[in-house]
């Protein structure tokens, strides 16, 4: 049964400062992977898809990558600004979904 | 605007009640899904559709109703017999075999049990 791994749970970072969220899986056999945003009390936001077929994918200040072999993809946030505080999910085919990791940017 | 919508955004229920959560959209998606989420739970999955008139058991389907009788609605009841219902749910569609077959969520509904 697929597994999904978001560490850490929650993050908390200076403005301006790159960082990493990290995902892994246990089944390499995935569809795609998708990154989502959610906001509290909110529903989630489509960040990026890979497909598997694809390495990375890049949005503005937003880089994912996915490395099928190894069962990990991270997120790259440069230049993190408060407006990014919110909780970090991605998800593979057919959606298992990690626990999130709850990222808050101060300023 | 195309989009996917669900209705209520807030809901009450008594214990012993059955409840219908709305999920409509027009896209022209053939996939839909219904996920629950709690606190330090993430998303699981309760039922997903993939063509009209089908629908399939998530990991968690138990005291939960769905039908699809349309491709834009498909409805989700809580019944009486789940035991814990309280919780956000999460109405999502996509269109597999598109590339790219990316997820749309709705905004959501949060049901609290009485």
């Known amino acids: 049964k697929q597994e999904v791994t978001q560490i850490p749970a929650a993050l908390s970072v200076p403005e301006g400062e790159n960082l990493v969220l990290n995902c892994s899986f246990t089944d390499s056999a995935i569809y795609n992977l998708q990154w989502f945003r959610q906001d509290p009390g909110k529903g989630l936001t489509s960040l990026l898809l890979?497909?598997?077929?694809?390495r990375e994918q890049t949005s503005g200040r937003l880089n994912a990558s996915l490395d099928k072999s190894s069962g990990r993809s991270t997120l790259y946030i440069a230049a993190s600004q408060p407006g990014d505080s919110a909780t970090y999910l991605c998800a593979v085919i057919a959606l298992i979904f990690g626990k999130g990791t709850t990222l808050s940017v101060s300023s | 605007d195309g989009g996917i919508t669900q209705s209520p955004k807030y809901l009450f229920r008594k214990e012993g009640q059955n409840v219908t959560l709305s999920c409509e959209q027009n896209l022209n998606h053939d996939a839909m899904y219904w996920y629950r989420q709690d606190p330090g739970q993430g998303l699981r999955l309760i039922y997903y559709?993939?063509?009209?008139?089908?629908?399939q058991k998530g990991d968690i389907a138990e005291g939960y109703s769905v039908s699809r009788e349309k491709k834009e609605s498909f409805p989700l009841t809580v019944t009486s017999a789940q035991k814990n219902p309280t919780a956000f749910y999460l109405c999502?569609?996509?269109?597999?075999?598109?590339?790219?077959?990316?997820?749309?969520f709705g905004p959501g509904t949060r049901l609290t049990v009485l």
């Open positions: 999502a569609c996509s269109n597999p075999g598109t590339r790219p077959d990316t997820q749309y």
């Open positions: 890979i497909q598997s077929s694809q």
């Open positions: 559709s993939q063509i009209v008139n089908d629908f």
